[in-house]
């Protein structure tokens, strides 16, 4: 069992373009976030959820809008792509909190022509 | 905010021993030690929390100076598993949030 996992694994969309990345885990975790991979392997976070509650969004562009409809899934909706969101997205989670160990999914590598 | 990492780069030959460091100028409440392999998701590998005592399994340990605000990685004997990029974050009190250094790329050769 996949205890992260995000679908799809790789999207290539055109600019203007809208799309959503899905992640589920079954790990029984109170919050979930969604990080950003840029080509220089710069990890930076996007979206903390606790509890299904939003916590921490960071600077987001709002063509970026994350949904949490139960605490085990935590969605990415992007609207009017744009060539500098291609990047590789990652779902994670832990127990509850920065505390704790994050779990990451496997990556979403978004690619917008 | 962003922790700061060093080096930015090392390569070691199998057996050899490494120190990765992670520096941070704000107060923090803990410190997470992640490894990521080429087209992988990052894993876990310890968190260091303040007050907490030094953590370490096998040859991999790490330490947290909360007054330095700083932690380093130990990799002692390394392997060519060790292979990487290891990324330290950092979280401070009352957060939801680790923030991530910009990684330091390891290469073990036979």
């Known amino acids: 069992d996949t205890a992260v996992s995000q679908t799809p694994k790789y999207l290539v969309t055109q600019m203007g373009n809208d799309k959503s990345i899905k992640c589920e885990q079954n790990?029984?975790?109170?919050?979930m976030y969604w990080y950003k991979q840029d080509s220089k392997k710069f990890l930076k976070i996007m979206f903390s959820?606790?509890?299904?509650?939003?916590?921490i969004n960071e600077t987001v562009p709002n063509r970026f809008s994350p949904k949490s409809p139960d605490k085990a899934h935590l969605n990415l909706h992007i609207n009017s792509l744009e060539l500098g969101d291609s990047a590789v997205y990652f779902c994670?989670?832990?127990?509850?909190?920065?505390?704790?160990?994050?779990?990451f999914g496997q990556g979403t590598r978004l690619t917008v022509v | 905010q962003q922790p700061v990492q060093s080096p930015q780069a090392v390569i070691l030959r199998e057996g050899e021993d490494a120190v990765i460091n992670c520096s941070s100028s704000?107060?923090?409440?803990?410190v997470h030690w992640y490894r990521q392999k080429h087209g992988e998701a990052p894993v876990f590998l310890m968190i260091?929390?303040?007050?907490?005592e030094q953590k370490g399994h096998e040859k991999i340990s790490a330490s947290f100076n909360e007054k330095k605000q700083q932690s380093s990685l130990y990799l002692t004997a390394s392997q060519l598993s060790y292979s990487g990029t290891y990324f330290c974050?950092?979280?401070?009190?009352?957060?939801?949030?680790?923030?991530f250094g910009a990684g330091t790329r390891l290469f073990v050769k036979a």
């Open positions: 959820y606790n509890n299904k509650e939003l916590i």
């Open positions: 260091l929390l303040k007050g907490g």
């Open positions: 790990l029984g975790h109170d919050t």
């Open positions: 994670a989670s832990s127990l509850q909190g920065f505390n704790t160990e994050a779990f």
């Open positions: 974050g950092t979280g401070r009190t009352g957060g939801f949030k680790t923030i």
């Open positions: 704000k107060a923090l409440y803990s």
